[in-house]
């Protein structure tokens, strides 16, 4: 499934790269998997978040750009970029940053004018649930998710107790 990997290019406009593909895909199908050869732990822009402190450098993958509106989801748990939409030849692959990353090392604006644009792509953390709801998620963010509710209601019960 490797060699999927040259079916995919990267292409540089005005030093912005993106991801294309150089065949179709049908919704569901397994593109490529996801390079795991090594993690570190710590985020940057060569890298996917698989799990809590695990970050793993995705090589060619990273030349994948945000999108509210995403075609591809990185299925962190059997570590396979998949389609989630029908794809056709040359388009561009993007995938929804926060459904992998819980807090990202470069923030950035979205400009992509969608009407569920998230704006600030920062990680999962600062997005509300009613948004991150939307979207395909990783277990880890689910997991993370939950630790923050929890969290945040074990504050407001120590809150009461004053
Ligand atoms: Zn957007």
Not at 121 to 131: D, I, K, N, Q, Y
Request: proline share 4%; hydrophobic share 40%.
């Amino acid at each position: 499934m490797v060699s999927v990997m040259e079916r995919l290019a990267i292409r540089t406009e005005n030093k912005f790269r993106s991801l294309i593909t150089k065949q179709a895909y049908k919704k569901g199908e397994v593109m490529c998997i996801i390079p795991s050869e090594n993690i570190m732990d710590k985020p940057n822009r060569f890298t996917v978040q698989i799990a809590k402190d695990k970050h793993t450098h995705v090589g060619k993958l990273a030349a994948l750009n945000h999108s509210c509106n995403p075609n591809v989801i990185l299925d962190t748990e059997h570590m396979v970029m998949i389609a989630c939409r029908d794809i056709e030849k040359g388009e561009e692959l993007s995938f929804f940053y926060p459904a992998t990353e819980w807090e990202m090392q470069a923030p950035f604006i979205c400009l992509c004018g969608s009407a569920n644009c998230i704006h600030v792509v920062a990680g999962a953390r600062f997005l509300p649930l009613s948004t991150l709801e939307n979207h395909y998620l990783s277990k880890h963010i689910r997991e993370e998710m939950i630790e923050l509710l929890n969290g945040t209601k074990s504050h407001l019960e120590k809150l009461q107790g004053n």
